[in-house]
């Protein structure tokens, strides 16, 4: 790769969005061009406390760009995405990388059409207790995830942060897209059940899901605990493997002949938001040089499989519901705006 530099932009500067803005500052390959908030006061805020310009509308930075992180509301992804796409701009997509399936798939389609790549935000997948697994992963048998967390506070005007979104797309999609990535096989069936607590859509949830080669994973989610907790348990024939991704740590058991020998992995720290951007930049540099795209983490069509695995537990969720007379307040997606 050259010495180039890809020129980058960050739309929406929320309390994420401020994070790729002060990151990409930090990135060797990237010049980061500008910003862009619907709020033009906030832009502007980030802008003087980064030392970057604000653009008064996203076509403006776009067109002094070649790739731009898209950090809104999810509801507002396929809107903003599919106009940049057609400017033929490469895209990181904060998870979920849309709010429908239908939207997702359009976006993969137009990103294909232009020749440019899509990344998603799924940035558990750069969390450094993933690097040690490479190698330990076969015939997985049983998957235990459980992701928690207090419910987010109130912002003036504005949902709660994540919850123009059910608990499955808020959260738990990210253990579907490491659960999808690690077993490797298509989906045969699905169980599951939620509760609306706080929020006008699921705060709660487990889902059972049953893949074609015989795999069975149990994933629970929750944004009305008191406590964090992110933690995965991969069981295989001869060998466990205890994840957290919170504490960044993990643990080998492995069948020997005398016993089981545990190994506690040593993990390289590192911030998994920086080397997604990171790879984000480099990716769309070698696609641009070499015209090959390169092998991506969380490609456009892999956040699209995790957000068919998503939408399909929320369905069954509201069906579970129905069937059992179970209160259920939860309004699709579409008709909460």
Excluded at 171 to 185: A, G, K
Aim: aromatic share 6%; with cysteine.
């Amino acid at each position: 790769m050259s010495d180039r530099k890809l020129k980058v932009g960050v739309i929406g500067v929320g309390a994420l969005g401020r994070h790729h803005t002060r990151l990409y500052k930090e990135v060797k390959n990237a010049e980061l061009v500008g910003i862009y908030d619907a709020n033009f006061d906030t832009a502007q805020n980030i802008a003087k406390e980064f030392g970057v310009k604000a653009f008064q509308t996203i076509e403006e930075l776009a067109n002094e760009c070649e790739g731009l992180s898209i950090a809104v509301p999810s509801n507002l992804h396929h809107q903003i995405a599919s106009v940049l796409l057609r400017m033929k701009k490469h895209l990181l997509i904060e998870k979920p990388i849309a709010a429908t399936v239908q939207q997702a798939g359009e976006l993969v389609r137009l990103a294909e059409e232009n020749g440019v790549l899509i990344e998603v935000g799924h940035t558990e997948r750069y969390n450094p207790v993933m690097s040690f697994m490479d190698g330990k992963i076969n015939d997985v048998r049983l998957i235990e995830a459980k992701r928690m967390a207090p419910y987010p506070p109130a912002r003036p005007g504005l949902h709660p942060r994540g919850t123009e979104v059910g608990v499955v797309l808020d959260l738990m999609i990210h253990d579907l897209e490491l659960i999808l990535h690690i077993v490797q096989s298509k989906v045969e069936k699905v169980e599951a059940a939620g509760l609306s607590i706080l929020s006008n859509s699921e705060d709660l949830a487990n889902a059972r899901i049953t893949f074609k080669n015989g795999c069975v994973a149990n994933v629970t989610a929750s944004r009305v605990s008191e406590t964090g907790q992110r933690r995965m348990q991969i069981y295989q024939s001869e060998r466990y493997i205890n994840l957290d991704y919170q504490d960044k740590t993990g643990t080998v058991y492995t069948k020997t002949d005398t016993g089981i020998s545990k190994e506690v992995v040593a993990v390289v720290d590192h911030n998994a938001l920086q080397q997604e951007l990171e790879n984000f930049v480099n990716n769309a540099l070698t696609f641009i040089e070499t015209g090959t795209i390169p092998e991506l983490k969380v490609s456009g069509k892999s956040g699209l499989e995790a957000l068919r695995l998503a939408v399909k537990i929320t369905e069954e969720i509201h069906r579970h519901n129905s069937a059992y007379g179970i209160p259920d307040k939860s309004v699709s997606f579409e008709n909460v705006f």
